[in-house]
C-alpha cells in the first residue's frame, strides 16, 4: 500500500477513469519490478500521508518534500526531483516585487499551509524580517491559483513543479522571482529494523537514474512548460475548447475508437494543425482539419480535404500509420513523440535527426535528445551528410510541444 497526495503533479484520474500522474507512473513501475499488486491510498495532505507512514499503516508514501523534521519520523531515499518555490501573481499587475528583499507585508503573499514551505518562510524570515504570509488551511493548488486569476489574492507562493502543469489552465498567472532554498521530492519509509523494501526502493530509483529511464518520465510530465512564450496559445486554446471542440468532439472519438487511439491526443494534433477550422488552408495548399497535403489524402484515401469528418479520419490513419513505422526501439509514449515528428516534418527527416543525435553520442530512441539535434536538419554541414536532405528542423520540435501541451490540458480537464 501506497500513499499519495493526490494532485496534478502526483496521482490523478483523467475524464475517461484512466490514472496518471509522475508518482503514479513511479509506484505503478516498483510495484511491477516487485511482482505485486499495487494499492495506492489518496490522501488530502501531506501530512495525512506522512502520519500513515508513521503509524505503519501503509508501506510507504511517495511523493513528500525532504526536511529535518520529516527525517527525524521516517527514512527517505535518494531524491528523484528537485523543486523549488515560486511567487506568482495576475498579469494585470504591474510593479510586481523583484526579489525577497521588497517582498513585504503590504504584497500579501498568501501561501498553502504545509510544514516544508513554512519551515522555508520562516528560515527566510531571520535575514527578512518584514517577509510576512498568510497561511491558508483546506485550500490546493488549484483553488489557490483560481482566487489569484479571479483577483481575490495579489500573490501567492507555489511549489515549482505543482506551477508547471497549473499554469497550463490559467496562464494570466505570471510567474515572479525564485526564492533562494531548493527542496527535492522522494519516498518515505517507515523507520524499522526490516530494510527490504527501503533497500529495494533505492535499488529502483538508481536504476532509473542509471537507465535514463527517470529522466524520460520527468521530460513526458514538464518537458513542454515554458507558459510564458506561450501565454496567448493557451489562452486561445481553452477559449476553442467551449467553441469549437463540441463541432468535431464526436469525430475525434469515433476515429481514436476505429485505431485504438486517445480522441485527446487526435483532438491535440487537429488543433495544431487548424486551430479547429476545418476552412483552413495554408500557403503551400494544406488544407482541412488536420492540415492534409493532397498526396497524404490520396495515401489514406481522401477526397475531401475541407469536409470535417474526412479530414479527421484521413489525419488518423496517417498519424497510425507514421506511428507503426517508427522504430521498434523506440518505446512507451516516445513512439507518439516521434510520430508526431514525422505528421509534421516526415518520417524520412526524422530518421535522420535521429543518425545525428546517435553521432554525437546522445540516444537517438529518446525524444528529449533527438530533439536537441533536429534544428541541425537546417545546416549544410549537417543536412548535407544525411539521406533526405534539407529540413526546418525547429519546426517538429515546436509541433509536439504545442501538441503535448493541448493533450495534457485536455486529459487534466481540471477548471
Known amino acids: 500500500m501506497v500513499a499519495i497526495n493526490a494532485g496534478v503533479t502526483t496521482y490523478y484520474e483523467r475524464p475517461d477513469g484512466q490514472k496518471a500522474g509522475i508518482e503514479y507512473e513511479l509506484t505503478k513501475r516498483f510495484a511491477k519490478e516487485l511482482g505485486v499488486k499495487l494499492k495506492i491510498i489518496k490522501t ?44 506568482v501573481y495576475h498579469n494585470n499587475i504591474r510593479k510586481p516585487p523583484t526579489d525577497l528583499k521588497n517582498l513585504n507585508s503590504e504584497h500579501k503573499l498568501n501561501v498553502v499551509a504545509k510544514e516544508y514551505k513554512i519551515e522555508i518562510l520562516q528560515s527566510l524570515q531571520q535575514k527578512n524580517p518584514q517577509l510576512t504570509w498568510q497561511e491558508l488551511s483546506n485550500i490546493t493548488p488549484i483553488k489557490l491559483a483560481e482566487k489569484v486569476w479571479n483577483k481575490e489574492l495579489k500573490y501567492a507562493m507555489f511549489d515549482s513543479n505543482v506551477l508547471a502543469r497549473i499554469r497550463l489552465f490559467y496562464p494570466e498567472l505570471k510567474l515572479g522571482f525564485t526564492l533562494p532554498k531548493q527542496q527535492y521530492l522522494a519516498w518515505a519509509f517507515p523507520r524499522s529494523e526490516d530494510n ?33 512564450e506561450n501565454y496567448l496559445n493557451i489562452k486561445k486554446f481553452l477559449r476553442h475548447i467551449k467553441e469549437r471542440l463540441p463541432l468535431y468532439q464526436e469525430y475525434f472519438e469515433l476515429m481514436a475508437k476505429e485505431y485504438n ?20 488552408i495554408s500557403g503551400t495548399g494544406v ?22 469528418f474526412e479530414s479527421i479520419q484521413g ?52 525524444w528529449s535528445d533527438v530533439k536537441k539535434h533536429l534544428p541541425k536538419l537546417t545546416q549544410p554541414r549537417w543536412y548535407r551528410k544525411t539521406k533526405y536532405g534539407y529540413a526546418r528542423g525547429h519546426e517538429p520540435v515546436e509541433f509536439v510541444k504545442n501538441i503535448r501541451m493541448f493533450y495534457d490540458i485536455l486529459v487534466m480537464n481540471i477548471v
Open 44 to 87: 488530502n495532505t501531506d501530512k495525512d500521508s506522512l502520519n500513515r507512514v508513521i503509524n505503519n499503516e501503509v508501506h510507504f508514501a511517495a511523493g513528500l518534500v525532504v526536511t529535518k523534521n520529516r527525517q527525524t519520523k521516517v527514512r527517505f531515499t535518494p531524491h528523484y526531483q528537485n523543486i523549488s518555490q515560486k511567487l
Open 287 to 308: 488544407k482541412g482539419l488536420m492540415m492534409l497535403t493532397e498526396m497524404t489524402a490520396k495515401e489514406v484515401g481522401i477526397k475531401d480535404r475541407t469536409d470535417p
Open 261 to 280: 487511439l486517445d480522441w485527446r491526443l487526435l483532438a491535440a494534433i487537429g488543433y495544431q494543425e487548424s486551430k479547429w477550422n476545418s476552412k483552413a
Open 196 to 228: 527490504s523494501l527501503y533497500l529495494a526502493a533505492t535499488q529502483f530509483f538508481n536504476r532509473l537514474l542509471k537507465t535514463g529511464e527517470l529522466e524520460r518520465l520527468t521530460e513526458n510530465y514538464y518537458g513542454y512548460t515554458d507558459t510564458d
Open 315 to 366: 489525419g488518423t490513419k496517417y498519424f497510425f500509420n507514421l506511428k507503426q513505422r517508427i522504430s521498434k526501439q523506440i518505446l512507451g509514449s516516445e513512439r507518439t513523440w516521434f510520430a508526431l515528428a514525422a505528421y509534421n516534418i516526415g518520417i524520412g527527416h526524422v530518421r535522420d535527426a535521429r543518425k545525428i543525435t546517435a553521432q554525437h553520442g546522445d540516444n537517438p530512441n529518446r
